[in-house]
């Protein structure tokens, strides 16, 4: 327990799993108010209840990224529960592996879809509220990934919609950190989460394709999501008040080589 976040309030999107229910849990132990929200509506209510009982303050929100009005839902919960929005990290997102040949239209609308619709749609609603609260401001931190910084065979639909929030990330730093509006991303390398067993289950061979991802990363390992986690928090802290714009690789070196 720390109070690095203490005081401070939370939205965290994709908290049910993996890197969002690592930094949900991070942040509430570093003394943050968290609303977890998440379209898995049965894991939402089982992790909210888990971290209840453990005497935490949070509160579960069952929304889709890619619904304007699920998100507003959630902000407006989170508000009448805990009065302002300090922190949000626009996390939720989905993987796929694939060529252009692969990826049809349909994959390409998915993929976009939740990873750079869904974070405009959560960044939106967060500016919005961090510019109408009293004292206005707050930090925003959008999870990216190292396919939007650099090429990465079989991520077709996925690296754009990576890249895509690394752009949203510069484009918001620079015209909201006047009003008091931090907005970071974080680049994840590859992390154990059930994301990544997802990906695993579906490969023809998964310790082939797993050796072959810890290759990529000079440290010769993946990542956990507490590490993301750590990241996350320190961006999220008054630790970095004087980071804004900032695209930070979590990657074991992967994008140093
Ligand atoms: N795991 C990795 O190797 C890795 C690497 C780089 C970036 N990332 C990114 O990190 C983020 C989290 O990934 P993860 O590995 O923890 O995956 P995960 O599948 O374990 O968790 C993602 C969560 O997002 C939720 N979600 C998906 N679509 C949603 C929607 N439309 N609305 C609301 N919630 C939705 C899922 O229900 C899930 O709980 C994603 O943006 C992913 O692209 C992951």
């Not at 998440?38 to 890619?66: H, I, Y």
Request: glycine share 12%.
């Amino acid at each position: 327990m720390t109070t690095l976040l203490a005081g401070k309030t939370a939205i965290i999107t994709g908290a049910a799993s993996g890197i969002g229910l690592a930094t949900t849990e991070r942040f509430l132990r570093d003394g943050a108010a968290v609303v977890l929200v998440d379209n898995q509506f049965d894991a939402v209510d089982r992790e909210t209840k888990r971290l209840k009982d453990e005497g935490f303050r949070v509160v579960g929100v069952g929304a889709d990224v890619v619904d304007s009005s699920d998100i507003r839902h959630a902000f407006e919960k989170g508000v009448a529960r805990f009065g302002r929005v300090d922190i949000v990290y626009a996390n939720a997102g989905v993987g796929y592996t694939g060529t252009i040949v692969d990826t049809s239209d349909d994959d390409w609308d998915l993929v976009m879809g939740v990873n750079a619709k869904g974070v405009f749609i959560t960044a939106r609603e967060a500016v919005k509220q961090m510019l109408a609260q009293k004292p206005p401001g707050g930090s925003i931190i959008l999870n990216a990934s190292i396919s939007g910084l650099v090429g990465i065979p079989g991520q077709a639909p996925y690296a754009p919609s990576k890249g895509a929030v690394v752009q949203l990330t510069r484009q918001l730093a620079v015209e909201y950190a006047a009003k008091g509006i931090r907005v970071n991303a974080v680049c994840p390398g590859t992390v154990d989460t059930p994301l990544l067993r997802r990906a695993m289950a579906m490969s023809p061979d998964p310790d082939a394709f797993l050796a072959m991802l810890v290759a990529g990363h000079p440290i010769g390992r993946i990542g956990l999501g507490e590490e993301i986690a750590a990241a996350v928090a320190f961006l999220a802290s008054d630790q970095a008040s004087f980071v804004t714009g900032a695209i930070l690789p979590v990657d074991g070196g992967y994008t140093a080589r």
